[in-house]
């Protein structure tokens, strides 16, 4: 089991969570993160005053899922994330060793 952590732009969650549901993946988590890596932050006008803004609202959203999933979710996120600018954001797949549902103490895929 894997767990894949992609960071990417808000205004890209409707289209990614509508592409992630069309292969089979319905269970996510989405968290609203700030962060910066090559586009540096954005400078910014406020009341004539010009600043920069060096960490970037983006979202983190996390699945879980099988090891025969992991290349069809990573492809998925790729096209439904990317816009083919600077800030795209990054994927990150983690080794999953355990995953026990609350609920009903179900483990491994199961419990996904």
Known sequence: MKKIECITRAM???????????IGVLGMTVTDVRGCGRQRGRHELYRGSEYTVSLLPKIKIEVAVTDDLVDEVVDTLLKAARTGEIGDGK????????????RTGEEGAEAL
Do not use: D, S
């Open 91 to 102: 994927i990150f797949v983690l080794p999953l060793e355990r995953v026990i549902r609350i």
């Open 12 to 22: 890209k969650l409707a289209e990614i969570k509508e592409a992630l549901n069309e």
